[in-house]
């Protein structure tokens, strides 16, 4: 995000970075980008530019899968500290944030090491369940909306 980072403090319980930018996507960053997975990947990548990997795809599936693994039991490990990351954009927008970008994750994994799911059928199966979804809120919407409406009618000649 065009910034620089000016401290950087590791240690066994607690750590910090202190940046000179900073915004959602840069503080909840550590918690959906798994970086040892995206390294095995292009670790991977950088091995068939000398030869044939293809023999030894179910090695990189299982490292893949391992790394991963790793990420999210960490992520989920933060996330029961009580973390100023989580703090500082709101605990529900962050989890929120958290989940959906790393649904997203492993989408895009799935869509990069499959040979049967292109990235082309992801993105079509996820926006056509996002519009289903959006679409049953809305109805639940109407329905609930003249119940609520007259609920508020009634606060308020109550409140008169």
């Known amino acids: 995000m065009l910034g620089e980072v ?22 909840l960053a550590p918690y959906f980008f798994p970086l040892y997975t995206l390294l095995v990947i292009a670790l991977f990548y950088l091995a068939s530019l000398w030869g044939d990997v293809r023999p030894f795809a179910p090695l990189l599936f299982y490292a893949v899968g391992l790394t991963w693994s790793f ?13 100023a990351d989580l703090r500082r954009h709101g605990w529900l927008f962050s989890v929120v944030v958290i989940y959906a970008m790393n649904v997203l994750v492993v989408l895009l994994l799935i869509a990069l090491l499959s040979a049967r799911v292109s990235l082309l059928d992801v ?9 289903w979804c959006w679409r049953w809120l809305m109805r639940g919407w109407d329905a609930l909306w003249p119940l609520a409406d007259e609920g508020w009618r009634w606060v308020w000649n109550w409140a008169k």
């Open 6 to 27: 000016r401290q950087f403090r590791a240690g066994a319980t607690s750590g910090e970075v202190t940046v000179t930018r900073s915004n959602w996507l840069v503080t």
């Open 123 to 131: 993105t079509t199966d996820v926006g056509r369940e996002c519009r």
């Open 71 to 83: 990420h999210a039991a960490y992520t989920l490990t933060a996330l029961r500290r009580s973390q």
